[in-house]
């Protein structure tokens, strides 16, 4: 038989219970204090010297694409605007990586600039970029009796990446080159060429140095 003293022990216990529950659902839920959101482009972002950063490929999509906007090669050519194609980007770094984010960050400011238009349609190696777009073009061509009408790129968009290592002691250092070329297809010339270096350091060696 529970006395009066038995039951307040019980309610104090089942306060106490829902507290300490409550308390940790909250604790879950709470983000960590060192966990937060930065700047991609900041100063707070994490620097790794052995490899291509995020803070690096915005940084050199944004120079070369302020370099080709200001060079007059837009205006030299015949077309208004340009339609540009992707051509090969060629990765000569020791390590695998996604060269979309480089080209995708220079053809997000070529076609809000308005001189140059990138066609999906078509890219290196006959591979098609939005195939969805090239079979509604041709089928409502088909339609219509006639044949798609799918802009032909006047200019080529081509790149390298280069890197060089080199280590004293216990600081290494990397150096990756950002290599474009533009070529009008109509000539095969390059009308507009230009690469961004970028040199890091670091103390704490990577595998591989």
């Known amino acids: 038989m529970l006395n009066l003293k038995n039951v307040t022990r019980l309610a104090l216990w089942a306060v106490a219970s829902s507290l300490l529950l409550v308390g940790t659902v909250d604790a879950k839920k709470k983000p960590k204090d060192d966990d937060k959101y930065i700047d991609s482009k900041g100063t707070d972002t994490i620097i790794d010297a052995s ?4 803070q690096d490929w915005a940084q050199a999509a944004d120079l070369l694409t302020s370099s080709l906007l200001a060079s007059d090669v837009f205006e030299k050519t015949e ?3 340009d339609i540009l194609v992707i051509g090969r980007f060629v990765n000569d770094t020791t390590t695998q990586v996604d060269t979309d984010n ?7 400011g070529l076609n809000g600039s ?8 078509m890219a290196h190696g006959g591979k098609v970029e939005d195939e969805t777009a090239a079979e509604a073009a041709a089928y409502a061509a088909y339609l219509e009796g006639e044949e798609a009408d799918i802009k032909l790129p006047t200019l080529s968009l081509t790149g390298k990446l280069l890197e060089d290592r ?3 002691k216990k600081t290494y250092q990397s150096t ?3 290599q ?3 070529t009008q297809i109509k000539t095969g010339l390059a009308i507009w060429e230009d ?3 970028i040199t890091k350091q670091g103390k704490k060696p990577s595998v591989g140095w």
């Open 51 to 54: 490899r291509i950063d995020v």
């Open 79 to 81: 077309a208004d605007p």
């Open 102 to 108: 480089l080209i995708k960050k220079i053809r997000v």
């Open 114 to 121: 308005g001189k140059a238009l990138t066609t999906t349609a």
């Open 166 to 168: 080199v280590r004293v």
């Open 176 to 178: 990756f080159t950002f």
């Open 180 to 182: 474009l070329t533009l």
């Open 195 to 197: 690469e961004v270096q």
